[in-house]
């Protein structure tokens, strides 16, 4: 079967864009050039299909990656956030919202008995960062290669191939000796953490507890136990990024699907449903550190911006009690059973399908993938046909080996089965 997409607009857009926008959009892995195309241009979104501007459909499984749990323009949440407008949209004065907002979050996530809101995942974890580092009176950070904490000078470290490398910066324009700062460790490796917090005395210990940015890879048995150990015998505070696990792989998110609390919790994508929102929390005794409760400076004019918050608690009521949370293992489940069988069925055989309620991966290596080099090693030019293949299907997964799938609460078996089906054609293409 050959396939093609009218490409016309997208075309015409795309060039005007490049004469405008750097790459021609606004953050890069939209442009799509990991999987050697030109980006799609959105018209609108519904439940869990997108439209771009040429009229092509295509099952959305990126989900503006991750904030879209209930899908696109959800009823609810349109409503939510049309009646927040009308009503203004921002006042840079505290809203009824946002206590309501930051009460319900406190209920479901066991670290988070206070939290602040900011506008981006960035800028939570830049904060977060900044609030541990005064109450340890610590600099150091410790980081695992693959995980993603947002665009931080100081994160934005890459490490070499030893055990527990000194972060070099992976962009220009990060100082050496802010990267330097950041110790980064494989992911899954326990001697390597053990060392590094044997070597060095960090402020912080920062995981994705269910990391989704290198691909997903889950935490090995007792790895996140580990973790929490390991920061309680050496004085560091245990740093959970929540932006994507968060009120997705569970209603606590990952903390509490493993058991294990963190000290501070980032937040961001889902507590936002869709609008610009994220925000740290923690223990009150930790939290009241920040001004103008405490002396650790951090403000935003947009923090907390009301048609945010009214997006947010519209997504959060959204997912209340474990119901929701059943549906969305239930789907992401039938997505992997329904790509392994058309992986077997195409006689494509080097894949590893990982999953995780909420999150999938398809990683393209013959084995499995438990750290940020096994996901580095995979057939990226393989993942990338197959990518293509599923857009001229009409399919849109994230164009990037190493990022996850965003199955929600608006995907249904009929968008499933045409996910499997395409799939099954590209792998058969792949095969061949
Ligand atoms: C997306 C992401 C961030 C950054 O959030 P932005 O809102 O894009 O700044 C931070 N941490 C993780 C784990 C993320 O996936």
Known sequence: M???????????????????????????????????????????????????????????????????????????????????????????????????LAEEVSRRVPGVQMLRMTSSGTEASMSAIRLARAATGRTKLLKFAGAYHGHVDGLLAEGGSGLATQGIPASPGVPAEVAASTIVVPWNDADALAAAT?????????????????????????FLELLRKRADETGALLIFDEVISGFRVARGGGQELSGVTPDLTVMGKVIGGGLPAAAYGGPRTLMERIAPAGDVYQAGTLSGNPLAVAAGRATLALLQGERPYLE???????????????????????????????????????????????????????????????????????????????????HTPEQIERTVAAAAAAFAELAR
């Open 2 to 100: 050959t396939v093609s997409l009218r490409d016309k607009r997208s075309s015409e857009l795309y060039a005007r864009a490049l004469t405008y926008l750097p790459g021609g959009v606004n953050s890069p892995v939209r442009a799509m050039r990991a999987i050697g195309r030109d980006p799609l241009f959105v018209d609108r979104g519904a439940g869990g299909e997108l439209f771009d501007v040429d009229g092509n459909g295509y099952v959305d499984w990126v989900c503006s990656w991750g904030p879209l749990i209930c899908g696109h323009a959800h009823p609810q949440v349109v409503a939510a956030v049309t009646d927040a407008a009308a009503r203004g949209t921002s006042f840079g004065a505290p809203t009824a919202g946002e206590v309501d």
């Open 198 to 222: 044997e070597q060095h005395e960090f402020a912080a210990l920062l995981a994705e507890p269910y990391p989704a940015n290198m691909g997903l890879v889950p935490p090995a048995e007792g």
């Open 328 to 410: 969305l293992g239930l789907t992401t489940r039938a997505l992997a059973d329904g790509l392994a069988r058309a992986a077997r069925s195409a006689g494509y055989e080097d894949v590893q399908i990982v999953s995780t309620t909420g999150l999938l991966t398809v990683f393209f290596s013959a084995t499995p993938v438990h750290d940020y080099a096994a996901a580095q090693a995979c057939d990226l030019a393989a993942h990338a046909s197959w990518c293509r293949g599923l857009l001229a299907r009409g399919v849109y997964a994230p164009a990037s080996q190493f990022e996850a799938w965003f199955p929600s609460l608006a």
